[in-house]
């Protein structure tokens, strides 16, 4: 979707990107256009190379060129060899594409530039998308309706079908539970599948939680049964050998009986108390960092359930994105930038 957008304006990147190499060839240049920066009291002190196979690095580059639109026309006044100023109509173009871009940008960051797991924020962060392409789908802007048009294309066909593990893992966030999939389906899909896909995702989630309280159930009566075997043998006592034998194997017997009775009775559903339980607010602890809160850890450090931190450990710790190859050996987050202090 980010290299439709891109796509519209690959004339413009080209020039601006031949810009900032022409710019920074000579010290002279530089210089010169440093002079023109200080001139007109720009914040900014930096343009921003870009790697042309990572569409987020042409991203920053384009958003650091828009603060010195002014700078490159007064620039070409004083560098007769500049031919590659972009227009005014240019400037217009990359602003509209970055305004859109912006938001999935964001999202990089959000989903893989954390130091924790991130699949609980990721149903968030795609339903942000989604309201931003529908609201520019109908633009008065022809040029962004048409760009916009192209991109929503693709974004229906890729998350036309309800997403059960995006889902189940914002439910399992403490702060959202099922408040998450009511606020962003009636936002993600027509009006006629909210309640299908909201029942298709419960649904799944309770055999998902069925599924792990089978397993901690049979682990409960495997350790209590092996208990008791281990424990069947006679004690020593005053009385003779065999009344204290069989005394000992009836009360295992009976303890067996009882272990294996109260292993299949029902359980008090976790699920249901989890939800009973309310959204997790900073009111109920002031020492968490609601905004940025590891929801990994907080089921690791809850002693209130027994079988949902394990299910939850499962879903959340999922990687949910992944890492280009030429990003993992980056030492930095840009691939060159050339600052104009003077």
């Known amino acids: 979707m980010v290299q439709d957008g891109l796509s519209r304006i690959k004339e413009i990147v080209d020039t601006i990107r031949n810009s900032v190499e022409f710019i920074n060839k000579t010290d002279g240049r ?5 002079e023109i920066v200080r001139q007109l009291q720009l914040p900014e002190k930096m ?38 100023c972009p227009t005014t ?19 990089t960051h959000v989903i893989p530039g954390s130091d924790y797991p991130t699949a609980n924020l990721y149903l968030n ?3 942000r998308i989604k309201v931003l392409l529908d609201s520019k789908v109908d633009d008065e802007d022809d040029f962004v309706r048409s760009m916009v048009q192209k991109m929503k ?17 914002a439910i399992l966030d403490p702060r959202c539970k099922m408040r998450v999939i009511n606020y962003c389906f009636p936002l993600l899909y ?3 599948e909210v309640q299908s896909n909201i029942g298709k995702v419960r649904q799944a989630l309770y055999d998902l939680y069925d599924e792990y309280v089978e397993i901690h159930v049979s682990g409960q009566s495997g350790s209590s049964s ?10 020593k006592s005053s009385s003779s050998a065999s009344s204290s034998v069989s005394h000992v194997s009836g009360m295992s017997e009976f303890l067996t009986h009882i272990a294996t009775v109260e292993s299949v009775q029902p359980v008090k559903n976790e699920l249901d108390t989890y939800f009973e339980d309310g959204l997790l607010t ?12 590891d929801a990994l850890k907080w089921w690791k450090d809850t002693t209130k359930y027994k079988i949902l931190p394990k299910m939850a450990a499962d879903i959340l710790a999922i990687p949910i994105s992944t890492v280009a190859s030429e990003a993992t050996f980056s030492a930095g987050t840009r691939i060159g930038v050339v600052s104009y202090t003077g």
């Open 153 to 169: 294309l693709k974004f229906d066909k890729y998350w036309g079908e309800c997403n059960l593990l995006m889902s189940i893992a």
């Open 226 to 235: 092996q208990l008791l075997i281990g424990s069947d043998h006679p004690t």
């Open 125 to 127: 962060e795609v339903c």
């Open 30 to 34: 530089r210089l010169q256009f440093a």
């Open 190 to 192: 027509p009006s006629h």
């Open 89 to 107: 109509e240019d400037w217009e173009k990359v602003s509209k594409v970055c305004n859109i871009l912006k938001t999935f940008w964001t999202a």
């Open 282 to 293: 900073a009111a109920d602890d002031s020492t968490i960092d609601i905004v940025n809160l």
């Open 47 to 84: 343009l921003i190379y870009d790697c042309k196979t990572r569409w987020n690095s042409t991203y920053e580059m384009l958003t650091c060129a828009l603060k010195f639109q002014d700078v490159f026309p007064r620039y070409r006044d004083r560098e007769p060899n500049y031919d590659f």
